[in-house]
């Protein structure tokens, strides 16, 4: 995939979605954030979305309930998941449901960068 792929952010915390948002434009990709799943779900960014990086814990459908909502319609969007709650059963379920990553916050600018470079220009 190349630099102008597009990568959906869905955080509820607006500090944690910029932040990110900026990260990912600062690399060369196109950045959209949403503050929820539901937000994402009603976009028309699903289609387009080359890479999804969402928070786990929001009000309404979580992270998690997001990758296994894309994965039964048929989206296998390369997901990375974050949480500021990095509990070991929540790592369990999110490498369940198919995350290609999963960070705690404070998100390491570094490993997050890794990540994304590997799932976009498939060194994974």
Known sequence: MTRNAMISIIDDDESVRLATASLVRSLGFIAFAFESAEDFLRSSSLED????????????????????????????????????????????????????????????????????????HGTR
């Open 49 to 120: 979305t080359s890479c999804l990086i969402c928070d786990i814990q929001m009000p309404g459908m979580s992270g998690i309930e997001l990758q296994d909502h894309l994965i039964e319609h048929g989206y296998h969007i390369p997901t990375i998941l974050i949480t500021a709650f990095p509990e070991e059963r929540v790592r369990k379920r999110a490498r369940e449901t198919g995350a290609i990553g999963f960070f705690r916050k404070p998100l390491d600018s570094q490993a997050m960068i890794s990540c994304i470079d590997s799932v976009l």
